[in-house]
């Protein structure tokens, strides 16, 4: 289990103009957010995305950096875990055709909205119910997703991430090493319901046994 950097090419997000956006948001506005339709990917930039659409210099370098770090041979299975419009399995798919890619993701709307190459291959499910055969996967990553569920749930996903693996996985989620970094994390986080101090993150991480590479998101 190691602190990786592997998206470190990933542009930056201007959080503090989306802070200024969300500064008015209401409960009943995050509680939109969440039902992760059109209102959250494709409207106003307060209530989520500000529109979700692909741009090939977010995900390019950054699977390349997969594919190296964990040495992706051809033929390789990939599962995406909260893969949205599919945009990183279309990256890998051009980066590596004879990938085998997979993609889950709760958002009947995000699915419908898929890029046409890889939507055969993404299905309608939950981080912490995978629904795939244990040990299916050469790798599974989950960017910005298990921490969109309470903290069982959170318990659940990394689990079910480790089932469906073969050993290597990747995570991306909201940690903060301070009072300051949790204010500024919770002040533009519109989903997220587990948000945590990194080191409680590496503490679940060996209390549920996943043992895959993991990065916090930084303020």
């Not at 318990?155 to 989620?173: D, H, N, T, Y």
């Not at 986080?189 to 990194?198: H, Q």
């Not at 679940?204 to 043992?211: C, I, Q, R």
Request: aromatic share 14%; charged share 30%; glycine share 6%.
């Amino acid at each position: 289990m190691i602190n990786t950097f592997l998206m470190r090419k990933y542009p930056k997000t201007a959080r503090k103009e989306i802070t200024s956006e969300r500064v008015k948001v209401t409960q009943e506005d995050r509680e939109k957010a969440q039902r992760f339709d059109e209102i959250y990917f494709d409207t106003e930039r307060r209530f989520g995305y500000g529109g979700y659409h692909y741009n090939p210099k977010f995900f390019t370098e950054v699977v390349r950096d997969f594919i190296y770090y964990y040495d992706l041979k051809p033929g390789a299975k990939i599962l995406d875990v909260g893969c949205g419009k599919g945009f990183m399995l279309h990256d890998f798919k051009l980066a590596m055709p004879s990938l085998e890619v997979a993609g889950i993701d709760i958002s009947d709307y995000a699915l419908s909205k898929a890029m046409s190459d890889v939507a055969p291959y993404l299905q309608k499910a939950s981080c912490d119910k995978l629904p795939y055969p244990d040990k299916n996967f050469d790798l599974v990553i989950a960017i910005s997703s298990i921490h969109n569920l309470d903290l069982q749930g959170v318990r659940q996903s990394l689990k079910e991430i480790m089932r469906v693996s073969k050993g290597p996985a990747f995570i991306k989620v909201n940690g903060y090493k301070n009072l300051k970094e949790r204010e500024q994390l919770e002040s533009w986080n519109l989903v997220a319901k587990t948000i945590m101090r990194e080191s409680e993150w590496e503490e679940l991480f060996a209390e549920v046994g996943y043992s895959g590479d993991y990065d916090f998101f930084k303020t």
